[in-house]
């Protein structure tokens, strides 16, 4: 999380909060929102993909509370396509991102079958395998498979 970020929170937020609602009001708002966010949103077909680490408002004892999420949209022309509006959604819900990767994603649930693969031009190769232990826990049943090939 950038100390801009942080400063911006610090500093504007008690300005911004009213009524009986406090900081640590907020950051219990902040965590739910953080837990309600679905782990894996991905479409059918062929298309790419990022791999999105959600920050939940730093705790007082430095802790800072994240979760891993996978999104890809058949929609999308590049992988920032899909980065800016999922991190522009989450933003308003008070969450930070960071885009950790990308590639592509075979979606067949006809078969139940997802292959990843391939990379991000511009954010660098996602961890596959770690995107397949998450898009397993949206589709247990499915064969799942990782490969470098490909873009």
């Excluded at 008070?94 to 990379?119: A, F, H, M, S």
């Amino acid at each position: 999380m950038s100390p801009i970020c942080r400063l911006g929170v610090n500093h504007i937020l008690p300005k911004v909060l009213a009524g009986n609602v406090g900081r640590r009001t907020f950051a219990r708002m902040v965590d739910a929102k953080l837990e309600a966010v679905p782990v894996v949103e991905i479409d059918e077909g062929i298309f790419k993909y990022v791999l999105i680490k959600v920050y939940g408002k730093e705790k007082t004892d430095g802790s800072e509370p994240s979760k891993l999420i996978v999104r890809g949209f058949n929609r999308a022309q590049w992988h920032s396509d899909i980065y800016d509006e999922v991190s522009s959604a989450l933003m308003g819900l008070g969450l930070e991102t960071e885009c950790l990767g990308g590639g592509r994603i075979e979606n067949r649930p006809d078969l139940k079958q997802i292959k990843v693969y391939g990379y991000s031009q511009g954010y660098g190769k996602a961890d596959h395998m770690e995107s397949r232990r998450l898009l397993l826990t949206k589709y247990p049943n499915h064969n799942i498979t990782c490969s470098d090939e490909g873009y």
